[in-house]
């Protein structure tokens, strides 16, 4: 099988590295020294910025920010054959599979739930996918062949599968991940005058803001692509915030210590749900 | 030398299995199971919920939570010859300094920057304290050989101590540990009633939410204690996230990556300055 990447970044080149036994993989990334790098190490067995290379490819996977999936995917489409399988890895869902899935009906959205601080080719990692879970959205009227394959992809990968709606999938990741990333992002702003000695920054603040430290570039495009749900979730965080901090002002103790309660009772019901 | 350890809490009992070969310890604690397994593990060799027992012993460590040291204090000074080093192990220091230094001249406030979500005696740990940062807070009238038994102490857990005043050990913790607690608490709010599956929550997640596990007593005591430092911070944080908020709803992108930008670019040179 035939397989071109695009997009040979973190989470496109860790996908060239896991499945390259098992397929012939072309790469394309307009960062022609990427290209370099990822022939070199044998990686991709073909390579360019030239968006033409997908034809004759059975299977694309577009590996970019989630603002460029659509972009690109319409300059794209003239190259491929009918029939060719599409998946892309954006983190956001609804309206990429709005727009691709009419554009391509051989489209099958996916979202690997794995990912970095870090970013870029150098980054990649042939181990980003084990024991992880790639979520893919198809619609009604996906193929049941084309699911199939991108399946098999993610499988290929070393991650299981697990299939829902896309809006669904938004829903979920707003909560579950897009706004615990912006409020690391922000809390940024009250530290970056700090001179303070770092040996006393602990491992709660390291844990705390480590996703703070992801890219901007990528982040961008997820807030606002999922920001139907953002929004409403960031003003019930500030409702729930200036409640907290009228307890602490106004000194009603009783209820902050019950408020804070029910917070450490969510968080560690989720431990036990784990296990 | 004979030590009161008040509190067999997990950062009391951790310090008596890092110091009992170098003392006699006195556990006191008001739940008298605890001082039973304390005495059967041979953590401490004498033990009760009596305050009266700190009679006699060099030492005393009150490892409470901040609400209740000052109250306890008051009670406990009757029962201590004078000339006993006092300490603690608050998070908070301002109130504890000002109002424990004028009752007891040799009281030196201590912070061990460590800790886990978890407490009780039953997790505590003898290696807690290694490679840790102890925080003294020391006043301009404390006495060099209060200051140095202190610092001993908490070299005999395995920490390294650095010095400073109360009110900047408040102020440096407010953003250091206190607010990405409070921020990751009220997290919990939105997933309360979640009932996505737990396989979508990734370890940005479990990161930055695995704060909002910790003790609500303790937190309660410290967001109070320290609320002179805390409440700006909460309007300033409320500020910045309404700012990302407003450029997410206008679709002002190009702010929106320029502030993430900043945050990542501050979070990445914590990191830098680490090594």
Redesign the interface.
């Known amino acids: 099988m035939k397989i071109a990447i695009i997009g040979l970044g973190l989470i496109g080149s860790s996908i060239a590295k896991a499945i390259k036994g098992h397929a012939t993989i072309v790469g394309i990334d307009k960062d022609r020294s990427t290209i370099g790098y990822a022939l070199d190490d044998g990686v991709i067995l073909k390579g360019g910025d030239g968006l033409s290379l997908v034809s004759g490819c059975e299977m694309v996977v577009i590996a970019l920010p989630v603002?460029s999936i659509v972009k690109v995917s319409q300059r794209l489409l003239p190259y491929m054959d009918k029939g060719t399988v599409l998946t892309d890895t954006g983190s956001t869902k609804a309206e990429i599979v709005r727009s691709l899935s009419t554009m391509w009906p051989w489209f099958i959205g996916s979202h690997p739930?794995?990912?970095k601080?870090t970013s870029g080719y150098a980054l990649s990692d042939i181990n980003i996918f084990k024991d992880t879970?790639s979520?893919i959205t198809p619609t009604p009227t996906s193929k049941e062949s084309c699911i199939k394959k991108v399946k098999m992809l993610w499988e290929l990968c070393g991650a299981s599968t697990?299939s829902m709606k896309p809006e669904e999938h938004d829903e979920?990741?707003s909560?579950?991940?897009h706004?615990?990333?912006?409020?690391?992002?922000?809390?940024?702003?009250?530290?970056?005058e700090?001179k303070?000695?770092?040996?006393?920054?602990?491992k709660?603040?390291r844990?705390?803001?480590?996703?703070?430290?992801?890219?901007?570039?990528m982040?961008?495009d997820i807030?606002?692509a999922n920001?139907h749900n953002?929004?409403p979730?960031?003003?019930?965080?500030?409702r729930?915030?200036?409640k907290?901090?009228s307890y602490?002002?106004e000194?009603r103790?009783d209820k902050?210590?019950e408020t804070?309660?029910?917070?450490?009772k969510?968080?560690?019901s989720?431990?036990e749900?784990?296990g």
């Open positions: 603002g739930m794995t990912g601080e879970v979520i697990i979920i990741m909560k579950a991940s706004l615990p990333h912006l409020l690391s992002f922000v809390f940024m702003h009250l530290v970056k700090e303070f000695p770092l040996s006393l920054i602990g709660g603040f844990d705390f803001t480590r996703i703070a430290g992801s890219d901007p570039v982040w961008r807030f606002m920001r953002i929004l979730l960031i003003d019930n965080y500030i729930e915030l200036s907290v901090k602490i002002k000194e103790t902050l210590e804070l309660r029910e917070y450490s969510t968080r560690r989720l431990d749900h784990k």
